[in-house]
């Protein structure tokens, strides 16, 4: 009987778990709450209609066809007896493991802001940005049926937190509004409609140099996008945002792009977890006292050698992690001594716009306007998961590019669909 | 002032009216329940898994960019005052209006069978195929997580109607279910797993020759679809289907293919409504007593002269129909008497399976097998709404073609969106 490695987690991490476990003599059980891998980095681009559900989520066992050691299956965690070492589920029996693979990323953190929770569009998760994405639409419908709702804020969206998912989501709303629905709705008056990014800190975009900043926020104002730094949410409703400094925001859309908090799973796990309610590992990033339980990716806090803070939360951060559990396992049950993990930053980018992307390499060079989009096209196709979702995320890029169209723009609500004969 | 047409229905009958006044001097107001048109004869293709949602709902705001005397709206009909002129809606302002098109399409019939309301699985909507593929990716999940519910029939499918929504939706079933969900479930004994087709008259396909027929019941049973005829089913609950033979087929899934009754519009009209709940309508496509009010589509009961029964409720006779009405009105506006309508039978075609379609010609002439295929795919893709729903219906066709791999094999429950934090 080989051993068996459980994968908790279909995401970047877990992916790179099993994929690192191909041809190693193991059984891997790959578990995830949902049938899909969801590509993260792009899900602004779902919510904004400018690609598909399936270029961004993709069928799980379809990524593992080619493994056959690998079994996928779709449940919910409900806790991990390390122990027994066996994790339980909601939906099915529990399973056994000889090495486990904790990569079930984060949920949204509203900082305790009042109405958040129920009023904010956070963007984490596929469903997530489905959610954004109709929500949007269906303001849109309301203010073309009645035009004065338009200055009660009905399709003004306030986008929280300067980082890549606050500025990317800001960036492509702007499009979306200023292009396509400037055009789906000629007799609403676009000139009133506001879009405003807020942001706790001094500036946006901390994580890169000056000069992108500084060009990130020239984009921003030329696409209207009003970006208010230095301002914190102080409570939501349906209809309008508090900041804290006592201004209101008449807006029916807040886009949560601020945060992170562990999985609860890290908690229930019995080690003590850090900030954010992260688990804390070892250079080898298996967690205290238990050599057999790896945590990679969001759920984890990850320390490099000489950094003061933990790794942040990215999608190759929870990759190269992922990748390194499974690299170590196999290296185990070869009788090697895994290596400590060591994070190769590639340089960052994001898209602000059409034809506005910033990217800043290790080395501290920048690279912005049409150049850096090119590159930031070439790059995530180059990492989806498939040549289908590459072909389509190309068509939808290229068609939205040359035609202000974008077919995602509209809104299937299944719980109609039953029948009016009822 | 111009005059104002209202269309109600973004289907094939209203998509047609509204372009064929393309460049008259009339304001036209296209209302739909949806923000998109839906083309249905791919319907089962999104259950199914091979196509996308936006490569078969097309945004309706889209399709009019570039015919600026029509304006969009999505809203629900409440009642047609007839005498006021003058179309009331749920969630807006009553529109008046000088001609008024009703295409507003048909709701499924279940014939008063017993839970059928409830259980059955219709694919007249986008959100009804939907609902089948989450449906069916659900209970194959749970097969997944508990083997043993094969045969308390979890994935067993019934589908009713041996007419073309029932054989292509179970051929695609059978390609799905034997070569797809044979990979991702390769522990799931597939020789167990059954799908029915449940015909209550002697034959299925009746509208074709009998060549074709039997073709189509030779490719059904080497895809090991069972074929039932003469059978209809007396009642069903969530796991099983009763037959009114007395046999019962367990069954976590029932596909309803089998009959349409008008939009309940029609009868709040005033006029008395003929078998299936349609609208008579004279040669010109009239109502009777209002020459201002046509009605086109599944929601009308076209006759041609010396045929027995109304024009078949299909998509072809929806366009050719809503063609008529809306060139019908530019003629009225330029003071010339509007022709009868005279529907032009292009032949019929559908697709049992991969590389297995069957074609009649309106002569008569009937091609089956790969020259089918080839050909039923070209005009389905020249039929789609734009060149971006075309690339992309090709390259899913393409590609499942080649992998066996369907991309839309994922289901993206919004319900869960909620943020854990609450």
Known sequence: MPERVVILGGGFGGIGAARELKGVDVEVVLVDQHDYHTF??????????????????????????????????????????????????????????????????????????????????????????????????????????????????????????????GIESAGALSELYRNEFAKDYPHLPQERIRIVLVEAGDDIFTMFRPEIREYTRAVLAERSVEVMVGETVASVTPTRVQLASGKSIDAHTLVWGAGLQANPVAAALGVDVVRGGRIPVGPDLTVAGHPEIFAVGDIAAIEQKGDEKPLPQLGSVALQSGEHAGASIAAQLKGKQPKPFRYHDKGTMATIGRMSAVIQTRHGRTITGPPASLAWGAVHLALLSTGEDRAKAMIDWTWAGFSHERAGRISVKTEDAQPAAH
């Open 40 to 165: 993260q980095p792009l899900l602004y681009q779902v919510a904004t209609d400018l690609l598909e559900t399936t270029a961004v989520g993709h069928p799980l066992r379809d990524l593992f066809h080619d493994q056959p050691n690998v079994t996928v299956h779709e449940a919910t965690v409900v806790a991990v007896d390390a122990d027994a070492r066996q994790v339980q589920f909601a939906e099915m029996a529990p399973v056994g493991y000889d090495h486990l693979v904790l990569a079930l990323g984060a949920h949204v953190n509203f900082f305790g802001v009042d109405g958040a929770g129920d009023h904010a569009f956070p963007l984490y998760t596929l469903a997530d940005a489905v959610r954004l994405k109709e929500h949007i639409l269906d303001r849109w419908e309301a203010a073309d049926r009645d035009p004065g709702l338009v200055d009660d804020g009905v399709v003004n969206v306030v986008v929280v937190g300067g980082g890549p998912t």
